[in-house]
């Protein structure tokens, strides 16, 4: 430890609040700091589920997006659902194209019967007999056999295995086809007759696309605008979470200013003595640290210039709760430098007065040499002056 810092701590040891002549008001106390910090850790998980929330949205939406929206968009969000009623609407928005899209393949059925009752059909009505027609080779040809009857049964089903969309239909009855046009020879007949009715059922399957494109179309808009309707929901019961939150942590200002009312009126009045002491005390600060000393004054003195190059620290002029604020910080402070050798000294471009009992000291860190003079200069001055008998 620095020979300096020695007495500068034992001066810091004195007392500074008393509750013992009053143990009721000291619990008091400690049950008010204890529930504020047991409000704070609450609140420290509000907000971290509103940034998380937040980072989340940005990655989904590029910027491009966040910046098209229109006046009119942003009149459809004056009022906003809840997300439950979201929720409850997305599951009635998803019933009506279940019915809408179950009623396409419907109509769909009867492009499919058109096709079944042709001459040519026959072949494909049924699951090809695979060993009755002795085709050893069929399953290494044909990876997913497929036919007509197989789909119908499909559609009719009602144990909810059945066709969920009307181009899943449209592809099993062109695999139907196919597998028979791929395993016959181009000259057989069930090859002909295969390549025939699929001309036919895409050509049917053309006139019917459309209605299917248009359902599609209007899938997708009212998805897209139920994800929008679902994030303007999201972002607004995150926002009510923000105003909550700010009005919580107006309280829990107030009850830490209420508290520190309460301690500055505990806290006996700083001696001279001690205000001289802090004084020199401030000299003894790495760089970062009396950065930090600065706001700390700079926090109850709303004009004090913190970072000037210069600045003028009137000790008698400071409240007693920075006083206090100051000693603590400070002592604290020194205790880690004398415990890390290698914290002490350090440049800044800071330079301070400090004024107190008629005396001006200035505090300079423009390099490490420079503070130590100033420092011993302080410190003899203060020697000399207390050997002087008191007036």
């Not at 002909?192 to 179309?217: D, G, N, R, S, Y």
Request: glycine share 4%; charged share 30%; aromatic share 6%.
């Amino acid at each position: 430890m620095d020979q300096m810092e020695a007495p500068i701590l034992a001066a810091f040891d004195g007392g500074t609040v008393d509750f013992a002549a009053n143990g009721a008001e000291a619990e008091s106390f400690k049950l008010r700091v204890d529930e504020i910090f047991v409000n704070v850790d609450k609140l420290e998980e509000r907000v971290n589920d509103i940034e998380q929330f937040y980072t989340t949205t940005s990655k989904k939406m590029p910027n491009a997006c966040k910046s098209s929206s229109t006046a009119k968009d942003k009149d459809q969000t004056k009022h906003v659902p809840s997300i439950k009623k979201q929720q409850q609407d997305a599951a009635c928005r998803e019933a009506a194209a279940a019915k809408r899209m179950q009623e396409l393949m419907r109509q769909f059925g009867t492009i499919l019967r058109q096709i079944a009752q042709h001459k040519w059909a026959w072949p494909f009505l049924q699951p090809v007999d695979v060993a009755g027609l002795g085709l050893d080779d069929y399953y290494k040809v044909i990876d997913k056999p497929m036919d007509l009857g197989t789909i119908k049964n499909q559609m009719e089903a009602k144990d909810g295995t059945g066709y969920k969309h009307v181009r899943e239909i449209f592809a099993d009855v062109r695999l139907v086809f196919k597998n028979a046009m791929k395993y016959n020879d181009d000259r057989s007949d069930v090859h002909v007759m295969a390549k025939t009715l699929m001309a036919k059922f895409e050509e049917k399957w053309l006139q019917f696309l459309p209605k299917v494109t248009e359902e599609e179309k209007r899938l997708e808009e009212e998805e897209a605008e139920a994800q929008l309707n679902m994030q303007l929901a999201e972002e607004a019961a995150r926002a009510k979470m923000a105003r909550d939150l700010s009005n919580d942590l107006y309280e829990i200002d107030m009850h830490l200013e209420e508290l520190r009312e309460m301690v500055v009126q505990k806290c006996r009045k700083m001696s001279t003595e001690e205000k001289r002491k802090l004084g020199v005390a401030l000299t003894r600060l790495s760089p970062e640290d009396l950065s930090k000393a600065l706001e700390i004054v700079a926090q109850s003195n709303p004009g004090f210039q913190a970072t000037a190059d210069e600045v003028d620290l009137d000790i008698d002029a400071q409240t007693e709760s920075t006083l206090w604020r100051l000693k603590f910080f400070v002592r604290d402070a020194i205790e880690v430098q004398s415990k890390s050798p290698a914290s002490m000294g350090g440049n800044t471009n800071n330079a301070i007065n400090h004024n107190s009992g008629n005396k001006t000291n200035n505090i300079s860190n423009a390099t490490n040499k420079r503070k130590r003079e100033i420092s011993d200069a302080i410190v003899k001055t203060a020697k000399k002056k207390s050997k002087k008998p008191s007036p």
